[in-house]
Nanobody
Framework: QVQLVESGGGLVQTGESLRLSCAASGRTFGSYNMGWFRQAPGKEREFVAAIHWSRGDTNYADSVKGRFTISRDNAKNTVNLQMNSLKPEDTAVYYC?????????????????WGQGTQVTVSA
């Protein structure tokens, strides 16, 4: 069982940065691949980024490549999402998720556990 709690969301202006964190509970956090998803009002939840549990392999949505960076610290049971050069279209609730499967890390159905989400709002 893994419990996930996101933090770090807020209101920023276009071009600014935010760093989201996801704190995980559970002894086996280090064996879970971690992902970030987001959901804007009226839209489907979409993939943002993912990181393999041990190799450090990462995967990003095209819309955030070069601007967002996912990282993890297995010793601290945390995964972070550094978001730079934010745009109004990045406005959404951001969710942290965990899965033991790495086959298709971009698919939300791959993930077993989800956090409650943190709001990110980027003003024009």
């Amino acid at each position: 069982q893994v419990q996930l709690v996101e933090s770090g969301g807020g209101l920023v202006q276009t071009g600014e940065s935010l760093r989201l964190s996801c704190a995980a509970s559970g002894r086996t956090f280090g064996s879970y691949n971690m992902g970030w998803f987001r959901q804007a009002p009226g839209k489907e939840r979409e993939f943002v980024a993912a990181i393999h549990w041990s190799r450090g392999d990462t995967n990003y949505a095209d819309s955030v490549k070069g601007r967002f960076t996912i990282s993890r610290d297995n010793a601290k049971n945390t995964v972070n999402l550094q978001m730079n050069s934010l745009k109004p279209e990045d406005t959404a609730v951001y969710y942290c998720a965990a899965t033991r499967v790495w086959t298709i890390p971009t698919m939300k159905t791959t993930y077993e556990y989800w956090g409650q989400g943190t709001q990110v709002t980027v003003s024009a």
